[in-house]
């Protein structure tokens, strides 16, 4: 079946230092990748998606890239701020299925100190 | 645009009680919704997954007749905990997607408490 996995947390980092969370997947079939960022007490909010190969999702700040080869969706921020701590997850949408079931790694903390 | 709601977001009631949630897509038609619980630190389970005007399919050990969904519209789908008990506090989260659309949008969750 389908998997997610992205890389331990938590993670903790200074303002304006440089974000990197690791996510790779496995799929059966040719998958719409997703970031959501859930903040704390509050719901997944879409944070950026990419639907075929070497496409860049970006927002915010932040951006990911769907590497086909390497089967990768890491997502990258320049400069972090405080108001980026939260709980970041890694998804795959299964396109095949008819009701596009989400897949989801296990979240990555981030925290970011002043 | 996108909007997901839901209601209550908190609610707190006794062993044995039954408790709706409801799950509302605000500017577009919902014709899949999924709910979801999670786990404090934890990732979130899907429960089950509904469309509209059909029975939800419910993942695997989850009780479809403690967790009754209700996809009566395209806009509202409402989950409903029967006797209730303190295991069943958690943080439900509904998501919505539209006809077609391969992206979920979340509402901002409902914290249960069974006391």
């Known amino acids: 079946g389908d998997s997610v996995t992205q890389m331990e947390g938590p993670v903790t980092l200074s303002e304006e230092a440089f974000l990197t969370i690791n996510c790779t997947y496995t799929?059966?079939?040719?998958?719409?990748l997703f970031w959501y960022v859930q903040y704390p007490g509050e719901g997944l909010q879409l944070l950026l998606k990419?639907?075929?190969?070497?496409d860049k999702g970006s927002n915010k700040g932040f951006e990911a890239t769907y590497r086909k080869e390497t089967t990768s969706f890491h997502l990258e921020k320049g400069s972090v701020q405080v108001s980026d701590s939260a709980v970041y997850f890694c998804?795959?949408?299964?396109?095949?299925?008819?009701?596009?079931?989400?897949?989801f790694g296990k979240g990555t903390l981030l925290t970011v100190n002043p | 645009g996108a909007v997901v709601s839901q209601h209550p977001s908190r609610v707190i009631c006794k062993s044995g009680t039954s408790v709706k949630i409801e799950c509302r897509s605000l500017?577009?038609?919902?014709?899949?919704m999924f709910w979801y619980r999670q786990f404090p630190k934890k990732s979130l389970m899907l429960m089950a997954t509904?469309?509209?005007?059909?029975?939800?399919?419910?993942e695997q050990g989850v009780e479809k007749d403690k967790f009754l969904i209700n996809h009566a519209s395209l806009t509202l789908s409402t989950l409903t905990v029967t006797s209730a008990h303190p295991e069943d506090s958690s943080f439900y989260i509904c998501?919505?997607?539209?006809?077609?659309?391969?992206?979920?949008?979340f509402g901002p969750g409902t914290r249960l408490t069974v006391l």
């Open positions: 509904s469309n509209e005007g059909s029975k939800a399919t419910y």
């Open positions: 998804a795959l949408s299964d396109r095949g299925g008819s009701n596009y079931k989400l897949t």
């Open positions: 990419a639907t075929k190969a070497d």
């Open positions: 799929a059966t079939g040719y998958p719409s």
């Open positions: 998501s919505a997607r539209w006809d077609g659309a391969d992206t979920q949008y």
């Open positions: 500017d577009f038609q919902a014709t899949t």
